[in-house]
């Protein structure tokens, strides 16, 4: 039986699916694709508006730090707020 040379180990498949500058938002319900521009210490989601810190490791490898608490707390009272005034006009 031959040898397939040209069938990738499981790594090397997925090697080429790999994003470098790239990492997702740690909103659960979004979990949108997000590249800052190089040297970036925030960065807002475009889909749910949530911010996060950025920290690069390498001036073209970024990684999430944690989320900008200020305003994710804004965002959220103010998702509570919207769920509050449809659910008083329900009852």
């Not at 790594?11 to 909103?27: D, I, M, P, Q, V």
């Not at 305003?71 to 005034?85: D, G, M, V």
């Amino acid at each position: 039986m031959a040898v397939d040379d040209k069938k990738l180990s499981g790594a090397e498949s997925l090697r080429k699916t790999r994003t470098y500058g790239k990492f997702r938002c740690h909103n659960p319900s979004c979990m949108e694709r997000l590249q800052p521009n190089p040297g970036e210490e925030h960065i807002k989601c475009p889909k749910c508006g949530m911010e996060f810190r950025v920290s690069w490791i390498r001036p073209d490898f970024p990684r999430i730090r944690g989320p900008v608490w200020n305003k994710n707390r804004k965002l959220a009272e103010e998702a509570k707020a919207k769920t509050e005034e449809t659910s008083h006009g329900i009852r």
